[in-house]
């Protein structure tokens, strides 16, 4: 378990103090986030937070300080300038990501100001504490302190600890607990990034809704559309704004992703924008679908809420014993062999699709169904099976739990999981069971699932 939550890396050259404030900008930043962070976790105790309080300039990192590092959950960096020429600043980052990889979402970006970000910190959303004023320079919000009229700074804070505050109730979470509704709410043009982050902000705070994508999407990343499909298969419905502004044809192509995805589509745009002054054909065509809503904002995140609570129907199930053996590509001789076993038990079984003509909107239907009809669930944990596969889909059996209803539980969920000194450990939920299967027919193996199946 770690030992703090947070570890904040800045550079000392953006935390020293300028006339008319007694404090350093990082200093004073940080003293507002704690503040914020204990009203929404509940306490002023119940987090911990480390920050060298020692660092002028470019001072040499300590052995302090990287003891402190290797114990902590979430990284809160502040980009600048000065942190991207610090040797000390980017030995911190670098070491963290050889943690945590750079994808598990425990970075959080504070952008003190403007400045092109490293490429392992390119895709992570940043809260953007700078504007550009009329000349188009960057201004550095609450120079040389926070002004009390000064709401946007305030409000960049207040976002900045709600999410840190989800990420560590996330992280401290029986894995078995029930996972919130996640929702794709479009990436949008830099016209409508305030608006985006109101509705995302309003989701939050009243729905207990997870919202992605977590990370940037550019049209020039040649792994975009892998990207954006991973995203909307964890996604219960597509929302986007729309506006005037074209943004490199990236709000087109997530709505043709999300319509192969077959999510359900929310869309907006404001009912002031005249169709007839847009030029652009496809632009055009995007704002003129059935699916957008013309109205104000507030109309619309009514709109989005109503579709969350609408039921989700439930599959009909199928025999008492129906199990659902979930394998990776990789594994289909595995489950194959796993499925004789059910047969010669008088068990009905199945396995996914594994044809290679099957689309990947194919495989995620076949899925879902499965999950929906089964009674017990097999994730198959092979050798050389990728740990993070194993991962997603138990987090998917939660999610397809949660729509399962408490009078329809799975009987039982476990991993197949067999013994290598090669293999990462694999951490699980208190309502998961570890079958230790050197191989099947082992009595910790399915034996054991069959006793628990059967209650006997």
């Known amino acids: 378990m770690p030992k703090n939550d947070i570890f904040v890396s800045y550079a000392g050259v953006d935390n020293e103090p300028l006339p008319g404030a007694d404090k350093g900008w990082v200093t004073t930043l940080i003293k507002g986030l704690k503040n ?36 902590s959950a979430l990284l809160l960096l502040v980009l600048s300038p000065g942190y991207l020429a610090s040797q000390w600043c980017r030995t911190e980052l670098n070491a963290f990501l050889t943690q945590v990889g750079e994808n598990s979402g425990r970075v959080f970006v504070v952008e003190f100001d403007e400045a092109e970000r490293p490429n392992e910190l390119s895709d992570l959303r940043g809260y953007q504490f700078w504007v550009k004023d009329e000349a188009g320079n960057p201004r550095t919000l609450a120079i040389p302190k926070p002004r009390a009229e000064e709401q946007e700074y305030y409000q960049k ?37 305030q608006l985006r982050d109101e509705v995302k902000r309003y989701l939050e705070q009243q729905q207990d809704v997870r919202v992605l994508p977590e990370q940037v999407y550019s049209m020039a990343d040649t792994e975009i559309q892998q990207r954006i499909d991973q995203d909307l298969s964890q996604c219960r419905c597509f929302v986007q704004l729309l ?15 999300a319509q192969a995805a077959k ?25 003129s679908q059935s699916t957008v809503m013309a109205s104000n904002l507030e109309d619309f995140k009514k709109r989005i809420i109503n579709q969350l609570k609408e039921e989700v129907k439930t599959e009909p199930t199928q025999g008492d014993d129906f199990v659902f053996i979930n394998a990776a590509s990789e594994d289909m001789g595995l489950a194959l062999e796993i499925q004789e076993f059910f047969i010669g038990k008088n068990i009905e079984s199945n396995v996914p699709l594994i044809s290679n003509g099957i689309t990947p909107t194919e495989k995620k239907t076949d899925l879902e169904e499965q999950l929906l009809a089964c009674k017990a669930v097999i994730v198959l944990y092979n050798t050389d099976t990728p740990l993070v596969w ?67």
């Open 390 to 456: 194993v991962k997603q889909q138990i987090r998917y059996c939660q999610r397809i739990q949660t729509r399962r209803g408490e009078n329809n539980p799975y009987k039982m969920v476990a991993v197949y999981n067999k013994p290598s000194p090669d293999k990462q450990p694999l951490l699980l939920p208190n309502n998961i069971n570890r079958l230790v299967c050197s191989t099947p027919q082992e009595e910790t193996c399915l034996p054991e699932f069959m006793r628990i199946l059967r209650d006997e």
């Open 36 to 71: 914020l962070l204990g009203r929404k976790l509940g306490s002023t105790d119940a987090y911990s937070l480390w920050m060298d309080k020692k660092l002028r300039g470019n001072q040499e990192i300590t052995q302090e300080t990287i003891e402190q590092l290797e114990k």
């Open 157 to 193: 804070l207040d976002d900045l600890a709600r999410e840190l505050s989800d990420k560590i109730k996330s992280l401290r979470e029986q894995a078995g607990a029930i996972l919130p509704t996640s929702i794709f709410l479009a990436q949008v043009s830099d016209d409508l990034a």
């Open 243 to 257: 506006g005037q502004k074209i943004d490199q044809g990236l709000p087109n192509f997530q709505y043709k992703r």
């Open 263 to 287: 999510l359900p589509i929310l869309q907006w745009r404001d009912n002031r924008l005249k169709l007839n002054e847009v030029r652009d054909s496809k632009h055009k065509a995007l704002l």
